[in-house]
């Protein structure tokens, strides 16, 4: 499950990173070739019949390939000291500005479902989003969670909130697969300055 999101974001952003353990990224990677792969098929099979579909599909192949990155990322045993190098080594992405090149966003979906994650997941966010020195754009995170435990989720709010102003998102912003009672809860969340309250 973890390559759908790049696959469905990628070419809507200038660059994903797609982060997971060591032991799965091989997996990741595999799936994102399968996805790119079956995609530039089709685009080809209907070449004759359905030509902007086909352009629709080669586009969105090469911007998924161009665009996508994979790292490992264990949030208990990593650093993100890698990260800004990743982000830097394309030439489409260059800046003057190194911290333009820093996360605008970081999105974890279903990553919280005990309490010996909460405190290193918390912590990798918090990092994430010091990469990016400007304050005027700071780097926001999306949080989807399954509600499977009461417990790790008010443990999750209680360490989010030391280090982040935190929204939970109303139904009025969310798809009816992800309303109340669904279920879910996804929340928005931006680091606090240094020296704000909590």
């Excluded at 790049?6 to 070739?33: E, F, H, M, S």
């Excluded at 994650?117 to 020195?133: E, I, M, N, S, Y």
Aim: with cysteine; net charge positive; charged share 25%.
């Amino acid at each position: 499950m973890s390559g759908v999101l790049p696959i469905v974001l990628g070419p809507r952003v200038g660059r994903y990173i797609a982060t997971d353990q060591a032991y799965v990224l091989k997996t990741l990677q595999k799936n994102l070739d399968l996805n790119l792969a079956s995609t530039h098929s089709a685009s080809k099979g209907d070449k004759k019949h359905n030509r902007k579909r086909e352009k629709l599909l080669s586009a969105v192949a090469n911007a998924r390939s161009r665009n996508i990155s994979t790292m490992a990322l264990d949030w208990e045993l990593d650093a993100i000291d890698d990260l800004p190098r990743l982000l830097r080594s394309a030439d489409d992405y260059a800046s003057e500005n190194a911290s333009d090149n820093m996360p605008n966003i970081v999105i974890a979906c279903d990553c919280i479902y005990n309490e010996a994650l909460v405190g290193p997941f918390v912590q990798t966010c918090a990092k994430l989003c010091k990469l990016r020195k400007d304050t005027s754009k700071p780097t926001f995170c999306l949080i989807a969670q399954q509600l499977r435990s009461p417990d790790v989720l008010q443990e999750w709010l209680s360490a989010m909130i030391r280090q982040f102003r935190i929204w939970r998102l109303t139904d009025d912003a969310l798809s009816e697969q992800l309303k109340s009672g669904c279920g879910f809860v996804v929340h928005l969340a931006i680091l606090r300055s240094d020296g704000e309250a909590s």
